[in-house]
């Protein structure tokens, strides 16, 4: 049952018509089999980014002049959702390399947008977002990843050290969006970087073994004296924080759509599961029991898909949002969670199996409620704008 959408133009139609088509003849196809075997071998799916990035679905909200699409936000992010409903790691991945590309797109100058941008939207290239650490999650300002500058008056370039963990694309990334520190003074000592991929000094630690989302590999960065010319910081020294909090409004937005994608796909299954199972002579969504537990997930997923497009047209209109993502972000992946667990029972035994792919997507439910900022942190984030106003 694909979802019932209100595009906000005839082009924007025609990317979930061209989306829709190629997760079924490209993605459905391999999904199963594929995160089965990253469960043991970790490995990134780069054909399915490949596929995507030569349809010019990596890089939709971007400028045209820079090789983007200059679609709307609400556009963007339903594509997202289509993807997420058919492969949720490769709908991560995609929400991912937004991200990476939106300080340079965002706050770089116009010469690095014209430098950087091009290969960064080319659909050729795939991004990593280097932020986290062991020991600096939520608390961002507690990083200790350094760059020091080769001169401090008149900088040519500066050397990275530190190790940054939960990296999605680690050791396949094209370019590295880091965030580190250049000075001692707190959340006003980060600026950010755009590292190339294939410079001196970065290692890679062992892929996480994960509870889900295995096709979406993550492991530690290590920046082991890694020489980056100057030209690549982005926005000025000591502005790495604002630009990581503005960064992750629009991230957050990414994965509400996806963790909405997520929970479409489990009511989907659901449903059809049942109006097919028989059990004491009729289909059991004939039990008003099972009904109305089917009619709640679907005002959840409903409730989900209006929280992020409400979000994301403000963002368009060009209002503040940041409130609103993290309502959002709350919303779609608590969700998901309820909705992905629901499914689960709906189908009994056969839910609780791998033949039937719903214990998968409860299993990657469950991060799209820690990473890109824990549910915690965005109630953190509501209740002080609330007190703030």
């Known amino acids: 049952m694909p979802a019932t959408r209100l595009m906000p133009s005839e082009e924007g139609q025609d990317l979930i018509d061209l989306t829709r088509e190629i997760c079924a003849k490209e993605l459905a196809p391999v999904v199963d089999e594929a995160e089965r075997a990253a469960a043991t071998t970790p490995q990134l799916p780069l054909e399915a980014f490949r596929v995507l990035g030569r349809a010019g679905l990596l890089s939709l909200p971007y400028p045209e002049e820079f090789g983007g699409a200059s679609q709307p936000y609400e556009v963007y992010l339903q594509v997202v959702e289509e993807i997420a409903s058919v492969w949720m790691s490769v709908a991560v991945g995609v929400s991912v390399h937004g991200l990476t590309c939106y300080p340079v797109a965002t706050f770089g100058s116009d010469e690095q947008k014209e430098r950087l941008l091009p290969d960064m939207l080319s659909g050729d290239q795939l991004g990593a ?75 890679f630690g062992t892929p996480e073994k994960k ?155 469950k991060v799209t409620q820690i990473f890109e900022g824990t549910n915690q942190i965005q109630r953190l984030v509501i209740s002080r704008q609330l007190l703030r106003g």
Not at 136 to 156: H, I, K, L, N, Q
Not at 163 to 172: D, L, R
Not at 182 to 201: E, I, K, M, Q
Not at 265 to 275: E, F, I, T
């Open 211 to 365: 509870m889900g989302l295995h096709c979406d590999t993550v492991s530690e960065v290590h920046f082991e004296g890694v020489d980056v010319a100057a030209d690549r910081l982005v926005g000025e020294r000591g502005q790495g924080m604002a630009i990581a909090l503005s960064a992750l409004d629009s991230g957050r937005l990414g994965i509400a759509a996806a963790a909405t994608g997520l929970a479409q796909a489990a009511l989907d299954r659901a449903v059809d599961y049942a109006k097919d199972r028989q059990q004491f002579g009729r289909p059991i969504g004939d039990n008003q029991g099972l009904a109305f537990l089917l009619a709640d997930m679907e005002a959840a997923v409903t409730s989900a898909r209006a929280s992020y497009l409400h979000a994301a047209r403000l963002r368009d209109a060009g209002r503040p949002f940041s409130k609103e993502a993290a309502v959002a972000k709350l919303i779609c992946t608590d969700n998901a969670m309820r909705v992905t667990t629901d499914a689960v029972q709906v189908l009994g035994g056969a839910g609780y199996t791998q033949d039937f792919p719903l214990e998968r997507y409860m299993r990657e439910a």
């Open 129 to 203: 977002y280097c932020l986290s650490e062991r020991s600096a999650g939520s608390d961002v300002a507690a990083m200790t990843t350094r760059a020091v500058a080769d001169d401090e008056t008149d900088p040519t370039s500066y050397r990275l050290k530190g190790t940054k963990a939960w990296i999605s694309h680690a050791g396949h990334a094209d370019f590295y969006t880091s965030f580190v520190r250049t000075s001692d003074d707190g959340g006003r000592g980060l600026s950010c970087f755009v590292v190339p991929g294939d410079a001196a000094g970065i290692a």
